[in-house]
């Protein structure tokens, strides 16, 4: 009775192991049949993230940022940053402009977790306090009021924007077309 027993326990052993194989299988299928379709929906995003950005259409995305940064033969400068939230990361794409960085011509919040109803001054770039960031003067940035009952949030992206106009400066000119 006891190798019954045993039997039996290496049979559901046995057959655990082969559902696992086959649900392996086919996530390892799955990843492989929809990987092209995500690349290609990222690389979207991102180029509909620069043109709501720059407000005009942008022929190349480069592949490799360096430092985070982009630097443009017209002047400007696209700055990817990620800063810590009250909620999580919050993830933005910043446009400058002037050699050296003088002014900040538009901030766009690409990703964040902060709370829906708080923090949903981060998902309107073209109103409000995010809107009154654009066009204006970098040195300006330390006397930004932050967002009241967000001010974890509002006083990170400020963070993040003064973080990113210091790297930015500190760069070396190099422009991409």
Request: aromatic content about 4%.
């Amino acid at each position: 009775m006891t190798n019954k027993g045993a039997d039996k326990g290496v049979q559901s052993i046995l057959a655990l192991v082969g559902i696992a194989l086959v649900c392996a299988t086919l996530l390892a299928g799955t990843r492989a049949l929809t990987a092209p379709q995500i690349t290609a929906n990222h690389a979207m995003l991102a180029q509909n993230e620069l043109r709501a950005l720059l407000g005009k259409e942008v022929v190349s995305v480069p592949e490799d940022w360096i430092d985070g940064l982009w630097q443009r033969c017209d002047g400007s400068l696209i700055a990817r940053a990620q800063v810590a939230g009250y909620a999580g990361p919050i993830e933005l794409l910043v446009a400058l402009d002037g050699t050296p960085v003088e002014r900040l011509s538009g901030v766009r919040i690409t990703r964040h977790q902060e709370t829906a109803g708080i923090a949903d001054f981060l998902n309107r770039p073209d109103a409000g306090w995010l809107a009154a960031l654009a066009d204006s003067a970098v040195s300006d940035l330390a006397a930004r009021d932050a967002v009241t009952g967000a001010t974890i949030t509002s006083r990170a992206v400020l963070a993040a924007l003064f973080e990113t106009t210091t790297r930015a400066a500190a760069s070396q000119s190099r422009c991409e077309s």
